[in-house]
């Protein structure tokens, strides 16, 4: 099957990553970072206006990005670092600006760290708001657990080894992962939602271009609402299971394609390596 390139781990890196790496996948896709291991903590908090942030972005190195509203009168930021030692803490860098009313949130570390899933420092990203908050425009990590919730932007999350998940959130959404699921309930839209190695469950509220939802290796799960006008396409190397009322329905078992009310943009569904679910949504 041919979809666009993202920036997420391809199947080559999965042919040759450590077992670590694995290990993750075959435990539900969740990386785990062994408390007993990580000793050292330090904190670093920042606070700030909320009429003063406009726009938020979060690019972590290792660890997960968490932002959402909350009980609170400002924008609060909260990272956690990590490590097994003293020089492993102090090589974590953390980068919070405030420039033109975007707050830019960046951690690093040296690459080399990020090698030894087990026993790297990390750094985890907490940003709370007032709701409705600044707009939400990105949140990265390279490994770790990417949530969005109670806030709005068409946002981009993205982990090249981890979890995304998006809840209440006003926007239309990108969501991708290199390995871990991605789940996404109760947001305006689409955009894409796609991972190479997991499970997908989306609801899909609305779409406002062709968009791609699917996996690599797993199983995807649609919820469509079922006044939405769009072409459907859902294909499987397993079985295909959809509700919707299609009309100028076609396919066999691998796939179902047809228009839902008066048709529009096209809304993929797909696993390579797995089944795949497209159902009514309730609204």
Known sequence: MDRNSTPTIGRRTFLTAGG?????????????????????????????????????????????????AAETDRVEVRVLERAR???????????????????????????????????????????????????????????????????????????????????RVDGYLTLTTGLGEVTATDVTGIDRAV????????????IRRDADVGTDWGEAIVRVGDDLDLDLRAEANGAVDCDLPLTSRSGDGRLVAGRLNRGGHRLRVFSELGEVSVRRLDR
């Open 195 to 206: 991972t190479d190695m997991g499970a997908v469950a989306v609801d899909v509220h609305g």
């Open 20 to 68: 670590a790496a694995l290990a993750a996948s075959l435990a539900g896709c969740t990386v785990r970072f062994p408390a007993g291991r990580l000793v050292h903590e330090a904190e670093e908090r920042r606070s700030f206006p909320a009429s003063d942030v406009a726009t938020l972005s979060v690019t972590n190195a290792v660890g997960d990005v968490r932002v959402g």
């Open 85 to 167: 030692d003293r020089a492993d803490l102090d090589d974590i860098a953390v980068e919070t600006t405030l420039d033109g009313g975007t707050l830019w949130v960046r951690t690093s570390m040296p690459t080399h760290r990020v090698e030894d899933v087990d026993g790297t420092p990390r750094a985890d990203v907490t940003v709370t708001f007032p709701a409705p908050g600044p707009s939400v425009a990105s949140l990265r990590t390279r490994a770790g657990r990417v949530s969005l919730h109670d806030a709005r932007g068409d946002a981009t999350l993205h982990a090249d080894v981890g979890a995304v998940d998006a809840r």
